[in-house]
């Protein structure tokens, strides 16, 4: 008796399920999944969908067209099959090999149980490639287009993943926050300003020059391991610092090319990353050929009456003491930023992960992109942040631990506090950064969705008001430098913004 209820349980949960639903389980069923381990938190699966499952969805989609398809010289739904399918075979098997690709592949997920990061890369040839030619590890949405349904028999590819870690969270409640104290010096003043020069700046070529950082170098490139060539190029642009091109990491760079002039030809190693499309060269160091073709060097415009009027200011010291007022504006974020660099401390310090020795190139480019987003919310000039990009990806391999470690943490305790982030949060951030780069909200949206960082805008807002929670469970100290600090001080400092933010308004007034 039951053994009866629970089969009768099975098929009242059955008939529950959507038809969608219904259809997913039956694949998961059907599968066969081969799991094999390439690295710490990377997985190579092997998914075949018997023949049978094929044949059942190509007949399901065939007696669909046959029934809502007019045929000439029948009625609809009237035409023989045959024939629907001699007309309509192409169509559907290129619907059905979509459909089967990334259904069979969460199904293949949900049935090992596997918590995967981002998107899977599959391995793949081109339809119009030679057989032996070597398959290509390619986005899921490459794939679409290259992947066909057997003729006859199984449909089987393979394809590469990336794991969650699995660990436990520590105590999140009454963590020891110090609050310390952030001030506006003229060096940073000085930097601001060379900022704002740098958005009105331009390349402009210095062939008779030597190289000196940051310039870009226009050069013909070459990369090869072991003599086997693997990327050419006639006019690759460069800049002179430690980066990353197509993958291959160069932090000798920046050393190589300075002092070279024009027609110099050099050569240093580059690190091959170990998602590379050539399994062969994968984590292996090569060789990287430099000729240097032409060089180019950012040229700031001087800080001269027409630059300073061109920015509403009439003189120097009244830029200055407008660009320190913006700067004290953000102390309260610096401070709050600095808060946060100790919640995360606390948590690398308390969570123990296991990570992949290196970095692949989808882990690199999510912490490029977030720490991109993250000095674009700082203001940083829309011009500068492709500099600061090189920097990140040379720094992954030995600096991103970090980031990726926190990726896991705030994620975790995500999913265990339920944490989500609205449409409405997600505009604020993008007016934030429209406003800080002085540039249209419709601008800067676009410019995020074509870079694909909304995902990473979504996740750092997220990961804000975890921390904001964090905090508020926080039990918050002064830090010794603000102890001691005399209150006196903080009503002189609070005179003279005062005093500065009127100046501001006369000076303003005036140029209307």
């Not at 190509?58 to 029934?67: A, H, N, T, Y």
């Not at 953000?330 to 296991?354: F, G, M, P, S």
């Not at 249209?440 to 995902?455: G, K, P």
């Not at 964090?470 to 002189?492: G, N, Q, R």
Request: aromatic content about 4%.
């Amino acid at each position: 008796m039951a053994d009866e209820e629970v089969a009768t349980a099975e098929e009242t949960k059955k008939e529950e399920l959507t038809e969608e639903e219904q259809q997913m389980a039956k694949l998961k069923e059907a599968i066969d999944v081969q799991v094999e381990d390439i690295g710490t938190l990377r997985k190579k699966l092997t998914i075949t969908v018997p023949k049978a499952t094929v044949g059942d969805r190509r007949s399901e989609q065939f007696g669909e067209i046959k029934r809502d398809s007019v045929v000439p010289g029948f009625r609809k739904g009237h035409a023989p099959l045959k024939l629907v399918e001699k007309r309509f075979g192409q169509d559907v098997n290129l619907q059905l090999s979509s459909q089967l690709l990334s259904s069979s592949y969460l199904a293949a997920t949900e049935k090992e149980d596997l918590k995967i990061i981002g998107d899977p890369l599959i391995w793949a040839r081109d339809k119009k490639a030679d057989e032996s030619e070597p398959l290509k590890l390619v986005s899921i949405q490459e794939a679409f287009d290259m992947i066909s349904l057997p003729a006859d028999g199984d449909f089987s590819y393979s394809c590469e993943v990336e794991t969650r870690p699995e660990f436990e969270l520590p105590e999140l409640e009454g963590i020891k926050i110090e609050q310390p104290t952030v001030d506006i010096g003229k060096k940073q003043v000085d930097e601001y300003i060379d900022r704002v020069r740098g958005m009105r700046g331009r390349f402009e070529p210095v062939p008779d020059d030597k190289i000196k950082e940051d310039d870009i170098v226009v050069c013909k490139f070459k990369a090869s391991v072991d003599g086997k060539v693997l990327l050419e190029e006639e006019n690759c642009q460069l800049a002179a610092r430690p980066q990353r091109y197509a993958g291959i990491l160069m932090e000798d760079l920046g050393t190589v090319l300075s002092g070279c002039k024009v027609g110099d030809k050099k050569e240093l190693e580059g690190q091959f990353p170990d998602d590379y499309v050539d399994e062969s060269v994968r984590g292996k160091t090569g060789q990287v050929e430099l000729e240097i073709l032409d060089i180019k060097r950012l040229v700031l415009p001087d800080l001269d009456a027409e630059f300073l009027e061109a920015l509403g200011f009439e003189t120097k010291k009244e830029l200055e003491e407008n660009v320190k007022e913006i700067l004290e504006s953000q102390k309260h974020e610096e401070v709050r930023h600095l808060r946060k660099d100790q919640v995360c401390t606390y948590l690398l310090e308390n969570c123990k992960l296991e990570l992949p020795e290196r970095m692949s190139q989808q882990q690199t480019s999510r912490i490029v992109a977030r720490r991109m987003l993250e000095m674009a919310r700082r203001g940083v000039p829309e011009s500068e942040l492709e500099k600061h990009a090189d920097a990140i990806r040379t720094g992954a391999e030995s600096d991103s631990a970090k980031d990726l470690n926190l990726h896991f943490i705030f994620e975790k305790i995500a999913d265990e506090w339920d944490i989500d982030v609205s449409e409405d949060e997600i505009n604020g951030q993008i007016a934030m950064i429209a406003r800080r780069q002085n540039r249209r909200f419709d601008r800067v949206r676009d410019d995020l969705m074509r870079n694909n960082s909304l995902q990473p805008l979504y996740v750092h807002v997220r990961d804000e008001k975890i921390v904001d929670r964090i905090l508020e469970k926080a039990e918050i100290v002064e830090s010794s430098s603000e102890k001691d600090k005399p209150k006196t001080k903080k009503k002189t400092t609070k005179k003279a913004a005062t005093k500065k933010t009127g100046t501001k308004k006369t000076a303003t007034k005036k140029k209307s």
